[in-house]
Antibody, heavy 122, light 107 residues
Framework: EVQLLESGGVLAQPGGSLTLSCEASGFTFSSYAMTWVRQAPGRGLDWVSSISGSGGNSYYADSVKGRFTISRDNSKNTLYLQINSLRAEDTAVYYC???????????????WGQGTLVTVSS | EIVLTQSPATLSLSPGERATLSCRASQSVSSYLAWYQQKPGQAPRLLIYDASNRATGIPARFSGSGSGTDFTLTISSLEPEDFAVYYCQQRGYWPLTFGGGTKVEIK
């Protein structure tokens, strides 16, 4: 059974930094692209970033480019999202998701974690 | 970036009725469009990928169609558990984008 467990969500101050983690199990982690999607309170889904199975290719939404860094450690079956220069508009539930059905980095996520809440406020 | 416009914003229907949801892309995304269902407090669930392919375990009452810029998600006969918010997402171009969502509510 595929399981994705996010952690690292906190109440953080504007301008600060944090790192989200997503521990994966139940599948061959290195074989699948992974994605972060966020959802601000009461709002829709917002694609943040995706990374290939090897970690060699990564992509970002324009709104986070230069501030967010996606990475993965295939030896630990863990996905990361480092967030710098936090802004109030980064407040959201951040979901980790696993690609399904194809090998492309853009493959639509089939399995999702339950999310971790990041709140940015002074 | 490609903008996905979903309509209507809200669809009020009764159980047993047919639901037709639309997603229009600002430029062609070929068949690289997915549909998700999300219920309150839950993670999204993949329903349809690449315009018309049902994901694993998705009931046959859910179907997707379209290509290029115009896509449709059809629920042939609404079950009580289908009342939720539905999102489309394109993977034709980076950055990937989601539509704003359609809420299917009980009339």
């Amino acid at each position: 059974e595929v399981q994705l467990l996010e952690s690292g969500g906190v109440l953080a101050q504007p301008g600060g930094s944090l790192t989200l983690s997503c521990e994966a199990s139940g599948f061959t982690f290195s074989s699948y692209a992974m994605t972060w999607v966020r959802q601000a309170p009461g709002r829709g889904l917002d694609w943040v970033s995706s990374i290939s199975g090897s970690g060699g290719n990564s992509y970002y939404a324009d709104s986070v480019k230069g501030r967010f860094t996606i990475s993965r450690d295939n030896s630990k079956n863990t996905l990361y999202l480092q967030i710098n220069s936090l802004r109030a508009e980064d407040t959201a539930v951040y979901y980790c998701a696993k690609a399904g059905y194809c090998t492309s980095t853009s493959c639509p996520p089939e399995h999702w974690g339950q999310g971790t809440l990041v709140t940015v406020s002074s | 970036e490609i903008v996905l416009t979903q309509s209507p914003a809200t669809l009020s229907l009764s159980p047993g009725e047919r639901a037709t949801l639309s997603c229009r892309a600002s430029q062609s995304v070929s068949s690289y469009l997915a549909w998700y269902q999300q219920k309150p407090g839950q993670a999204p669930r993949l329903l349809i990928y690449d315009a018309s392919n049902r994901a694993t375990g998705i009931p046959a009452r859910f179907s997707g169609s379209g290509s290029g810029t115009d896509f449709t998600l059809t629920i042939s006969s609404l079950e009580p558990e289908d009342f939720a918010v539905y999102y489309c997402q394109q993977r034709g171009y980076w950055p990937l984008t989601f539509g704003g969502g359609t809420k299917v509510e009980i009339k």
